[in-house]
């Protein structure tokens, strides 16, 4: 499908082979990014990840955050930094049973935690100050993904682009001023010690240490913060929340889970190696994938070249979406689509890696995402310990299956209503 808006040629694809012809067979012409108004600031753009073209900038970012965060070793040292920020979660939901709790708020703190010791090497948020989200950090970040998304008359017509009149420029800047100014001083306080003389290189550890030693400047080192717990913290909330609803509303999905987690798990520790013996519980989270892709349209790509895919001839400088979210329901792929059906992945060989263009949540080709096994673990873990410790219930004893599901959709597919939710220790754990 595609659309004219303006000046704006947007394609739409919504077939696995549209999408394989985008993001593999033409990947090299098709992978640049249309910067949204919001980002078109110049002390910005230059030093982006998510919407720099595949110039060398970008290849230099991707590849050191694929080695510093996201490589196995890298995620083996960040495994006790993880066990500890799920702890507290664990410790909160035991010490607020019977409450009625906003779960996604709390996930958020959960990952978002684990991301900033990762990154930063200290917590942000706190579990106890109910403002740890509600001061906005949380609001801010999807909100200027958000601002990504918002069209405004300047990106269909150029010559309008300097006016800036729908605000969204500089509401993009005064929420970066926002976030940065969350972790300025950490930024600054530890430069200081980087650039001392009594600095070795055994003493790094965060990423951010690993940035100052290779002489990041601040606009560098906000711009790649910002976007990490952007990509990283939304995304991955919103995937853990909906699992949660479908397990909810799916209490036999629920208790297959549980047999599961009892036969392969028996250390108080969930380990790396247990998890990838889960695989009804993998399969589960394939299915949340298909329903609920986080990232609905992928991030927009842009034509550098043009060129054809299946006949259609997309020219240079068209906007495209992969439509992951249409494809994921759609009843000439899938049986049932609407159904939650864990079931259908047992018997099929198939992952969301990006080799099968059915199930691409992540994307697909050199602008997948890179975030893959840190958001993927993460998931997992959260799951496997909130299930395997919590009887969970809804707020005055509602019917499940009334639980509201419909969607906002954006740039990121959450819930339209928040999932509130009260945690019970389950009888095995009350006297461990
Ligand atoms: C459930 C978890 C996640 C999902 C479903 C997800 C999905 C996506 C999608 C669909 C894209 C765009 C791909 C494209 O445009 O073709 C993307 C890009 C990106 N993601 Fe993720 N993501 C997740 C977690 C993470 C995490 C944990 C991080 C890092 C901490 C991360 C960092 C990024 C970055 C930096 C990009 C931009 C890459 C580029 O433009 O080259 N993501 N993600």
């Not at 753009?45 to 890298?74: D, I, V, Y």
């Not at 717990?229 to 999905?253: D, K, P, Y």
Request: with cysteine; charged share 25%.
């Amino acid at each position: 499908m595609s659309l004219r808006f303006g000046k704006q040629l947007v394609v739409v694809a919504s077939s696995p082979e549209a999408a394989m012809g985008i993001l593999k067979t033409h990947d090299h012409l098709l992978s640049a990014r249309v910067v949204p108004t919001s980002m078109k600031q110049a002390h910005l753009l230059p030093h982006s990840l998510m919407w720099s073209e595949c110039n060398q900038t970008w290849k230099t970012l991707r590849t050191l955050c694929r080695t510093e965060l996201f490589s196995a070793k890298g995620l083996e040292a960040q495994s006790q930094l993880r066990n500890e920020k799920l702890s507290q979660l664990l410790d909160f939901l035991r010490k607020n049973q019977d409450e009625v709790i906003n779960i996604e708020d709390v996930v958020f703190i959960t990952l978002f935690n684990t991301l900033s010791s990762i990154i930063l090497g200290k917590d942000l948020l706190d579990f106890n100050d109910a403002h740890g989200t509600h001061d906005g950090l949380k609001e801010s970040l999807h909100k200027v993904l958000e601002l990504s998304a918002r069209v405004d008359l300047g990106s269909f017509y150029p010559m309008l682009e300097r006016f800036d009149l729908h605000g969204i420029r500089s509401g993009t800047m005064k929420l970066s001023d926002k976030l940065s100014a969350y972790w300025e001083d950490i930024i600054e306080e530890r430069r200081v010690q980087v650039n001392s003389s009594a600095w070795s290189s055994e003493q790094a550890h965060s990423f951010l240490d690993r940035l100052l030693e290779n002489r990041f400047s601040k606009d560098q080192i906000n711009q790649l913060i910002t976007e990490l717990f952007i990509a990283g913290t939304n995304t991955t909330t919103s995937t853990v929340i909906w699992a949660m609803s479908e397990l909810v509303r799916h209490q036999e999905v629920m208790s297959k889970i549980e047999e599961e987690l009892k036969k392969e798990i028996n250390s108080h520790e969930i380990t790396s190696f247990q998890l990838s013996k889960l695989s009804y519980l993998q399969a589960c989270i394939k299915e949340v994938f298909r329903l609920h892709p986080p990232v609905p349209l992928l991030l927009p790509h842009k034509a550098v070249e043009t060129c054809v895919v299946m006949n259609y001839t997309i020219p240079k400088n068209a906007k495209i979406f992969v439509n992951v979210w249409a494809m994921g329901r759609d009843s000439k792929i899938w049986d049932e689509p609407l159904s939650f059906k864990p079931e259908r992945f047992m018997d099929l060989n198939l992952d969301f890696k990006g080799q099968v263009f059915e199930l691409i949540p992540f994307g697909s080709g050199r602008r997948m995402c890179p975030g893959l096994p840190l958001g993927v673990r993460s998931l997992e873990f959260i799951l496997a310990s909130l299930i395997r410790e919590f009887d969970w219930a809804l707020p005055n004893d509602d019917d499940p299956l009334k639980l509201d599901m419909n969607e906002k959709f954006g740039m990121a597919l959450k819930r339209e209503m928040p999932l509130k939710l009260i945690f019970k220790q389950k009888q095995a754990y009350q006297y461990a």
